[in-house]
């Protein structure tokens, strides 16, 4: 739009004047000529110094960032899945030796709730910085003033669908990792009470 203004601008400039007989200026392009000229004319190519400049340095910052997330993330679940299975294999021996089954204890693994939901937030954040780290690569190659696409709109909409899931789960999970702590903490709650609560959480941020 800005380009169409000056090009209206500098063919109102260029119109020539001629005196009537009346003693009065009169274009020599009128108003409806001067429209359609810079309706039909289109705008001009914008300078591709600052859209190829731009994302060359800030979408490899924000990619190695996003790999940095993933990356944590990903250590943070292998050793939650490592310690639950852990905790599962222990508590199966201590049964075995026993004799007796029934269920957990009372104070037994009282941290094996809010690793659950530890679990849960790394993978909101896995799908969020997934996305982040894909950038621009995803939208539609044809996409102007975007110099890194290579994708196409089902690439985009699948980028789209992760980083929403991840940017809507993963302060959910946040909240629910705290609120647990609170319960745990403050108020006592056993792993048997946390676990009540924790799976319709779960099932319903998902």
Request: aromatic share 10%; proline share 3%; glycine share 6%.
């Amino acid at each position: 739009i800005g380009n169409d203004i000056l090009l209206a601008l500098r063919t109102m400039s260029n119109a020539t004047n001629t005196l009537t007989d009346n003693g009065e200026f009169a274009s020599s392009l009128n108003l409806t000529d001067l429209m359609s000229t810079a309706i039909t004319e289109g705008p001009t190519d914008a300078p591709t110094d600052f859209e190829d400049a731009w994302p060359a340095h800030m979408m490899w910052i924000q990619k190695g960032f996003a790999l940095f997330s993933i990356i944590a993330s990903y250590i943070i679940c292998r050793e939650v899945v490592a310690s639950l299975r852990s905790q599962r294999q222990q508590h199966s021996r201590r049964r075995s030796s026993s004799g007796k089954g029934g269920s957990f204890a009372a104070n037994d693994h009282t941290q094996a709730s809010i690793a659950r939901i530890m679990l849960s937030l790394s993978i909101s954040d896995i799908l969020f910085s997934f996305a982040v780290f894909l950038g621009e690569w995803m939208e539609p190659a044809d996409t102007p003033y975007i110099h890194h696409a290579k994708g196409n709109r089902a690439t985009c909409n699948f980028q789209g669908w992760l980083r929403t899931i991840g940017w809507l789960t993963s302060p959910m999970f946040s909240v629910a990792l705290n609120l647990a702590f609170l319960l745990v903490i403050r108020y006592r709650w056993t792993d048997l009470q946390l676990q009540r609560l924790e799976i319709p959480v779960t099932i319903g941020i998902w």
